[in-house]
């Protein structure tokens, strides 16, 4: 259905729901992260003297805490010492939707257009690395819900269902809708290998449970102000290390020359309150995959262990910083719980509990990289765009390997050994980050054809499409 001069009117156009119901849903919530409010875990003292250790990381996230855990599972003996600015898992591995996904590349088409000559080997150690953590939850008893019901991605405009034709795993409208219920969906693809769901918080200080007890000193309220070869000071005392991990993703390097290398993207997510059996059944949902449209600006969704559903995505709003002041922005959680009742008007009544953001560590290849510094005694890796519950597993891998000297299978990537083009300078990335944006959601209205800007960006393989 075309809008003015030809403009296509997405199905969250054609089919919004009235303001009032919008208001009712919203009008419960508040700004608290559910993940967070539902994960207990222990408090870890701040350091308050010198130390020594083999092995530093720095970041108590998904990241650091694997390469922490990893480190002593390989060497029992040594020293390691995490340190955390405020507390394990606080940022975005106690905030994400909990998509723990095999891809390392941000999936395929992004994979196979950026690393063609060793695509097929990184989807290969992007499985086994999820394989390998449904295995660590398994033998180290990780609380944390892990439930590997795959990923349904759906069609809600007509151009897309072409997109998903020659998937494995094709739904037509009525098999969809049979999984999920919603009059939107007009076609799908199920991967149910690919993808699990965790509870993310519960992850996040299981892991440091874990590694607590496997001997890992872990320092809550340590900031670390700076980074003299291996050597570093922070808020509590100097310590002195053989190697050091930096696992700082969005928050400002310690190195200068990866400063440029990320940008933080703030996403926006609401929960609701658990839902009746009623209203359970009215959607369907037996198999409880998760759940994402094919939009540029898309969506993703799944279940929770008490049957609330979180609803994210669609906004990505650049920031030049982290700054909690980013959190609270009313039209976003306007425009997703008005999507939420187009894609589930059977669900209207439902209310929002909780509504929070977070800040994603964005790179120009819209995936991980790898690095050292200090002749191999510093390791670093950023950039995770949205799939760190997963990645940071094998990025943890891929530091450990470098800092030991090995040569392995993941030492030998070209994703590993080559970082990506920097940012330009603020403000000329603000400038194109938002005409990116922009960019994107006007093919989005222009039934998914991209601009020239778009497609110039492909070519110099900076192209981005979910």
Same mark, same amino acid.
């Given at each position: ?25 919203? *009008?419960?919530?508040? +700004?608290? &992260?559910? !993940? #967070?409010? =539902?994960? %207990? /875990?222990?408090?870890?003292? @701040? ?107 759906? *069609?809600?405009?007509? +151009?897309? &269902?072409? !997109? #998903?034709? =020659?998937? %494995? /795993?094709?739904?037509?409208? @009525? ?292």
């Amino acid at each position: 259905m075309p809008g003015p001069r030809g403009r296509h009117r997405t199905v969250y156009e054609r089919l919004a729901p009235a303001q009032a119901a919008v208001d009712a849903a919203l *009008a419960p919530s508040r +700004h608290g &992260v559910f !993940w #967070l409010e =539902d994960a %207990p /875990g222990t408090t870890y003292d @701040a350091l308050t003297a010198d130390a020594v250790a083999d092995l530093t990381v720095v970041g108590g996230g998904y990241c650091g805490l694997w390469t922490a855990l990893l480190a002593k599972r390989r060497n029992p003996g040594a020293r390691v010492v995490l340190l955390e600015a405020r507390s394990v898992g606080w940022a975005a591995s106690g905030r994400n939707g909990g998509f723990c996904e095999a891809s390392l590349t941000h999936g395929a088409e992004n994979g196979r257009r950026r690393w063609p000559d060793e695509y097929d080997e990184l989807e290969r150690l992007g499985r086994a690395n999820l394989d390998a953590l449904e295995a660590d939850v398994r033998e180290l008893g990780l609380d944390c819900q892990f439930e590997r019901t795959g990923m349904l991605s759906v *069609a809600v405009e007509e +151009h897309q &269902v072409d !997109w #998903l034709r =020659d998937e %494995p /795993g094709f739904l037509d409208t @009525a098999a969809v809708r049979a999984e999920i219920d919603s009059p939107v969906f007009l076609a799908g693809a199920w991967d149910r290998d690919d993808c699990a769901l965790v509870h993310p918080a519960r992850l996040a200080r299981e892991l440091a449970r874990v590694a607590t007890d496997l001997g890992v000193e872990i320092h809550e309220g340590t900031t670390v102000t700076g980074l003299d070869g291996t050597t570093l000071r922070t808020t509590g005392g100097t310590v002195t290390s053989d190697r050091v991990a930096l696992a700082t993703n969005v928050f400002p390097s310690l190195l200068r020359r990866t400063r440029l290398l990320t940008v933080p993207v703030y996403d926006y997510v609401l929960m609701t309150e658990p839902l009746t059996r009623a209203q359970l059944d009215s959607i369907g949902w037996a198999n409880r995959q998760g759940l994402g449209d094919l939009a540029n600006q898309f969506h993703y969704s799944r279940l929770t262990a008490d049957d609330r559903i979180l609803w994210g995505g669609y906004d990505a709003i650049h920031r030049r910083r982290v700054d909690p002041a980013h959190e609270e922005r009313p039209a976003s959680y306007r425009r997703l719980a008005a999507h939420f009742l187009t894609v589930f008007p059977q669900l209207e009544g439902v209310r929002f509990s909780h509504r929070w953001a977070g800040a994603i560590d964005t790179s120009t290849r819209f995936a991980a990289f790898h690095g050292l510094a200090a002749r191999g005694r510093v390791a670093y890796a950023a950039g995770f765009t949205g799939l760190g519950v997963g990645a940071t597993r094998f990025a943890a891998e891929v530091m450990l390997d470098r800092l030991s000297g090995l040569d392995t299978d993941r030492t030998r990537l070209e994703m590993v050994r080559r970082t990506p083009l920097p940012f330009p300078p603020s403000p000329v990335a603000d400038a194109g980050i938002a005409l990116t944006r922009w960019s994107l959601d006007r093919a989005d209205h222009r039934q998914g054809r991209r601009n020239l800007f778009l497609r110039t960006l492909d070519r110099a393989g900076l192209g981005f499409d979910s």
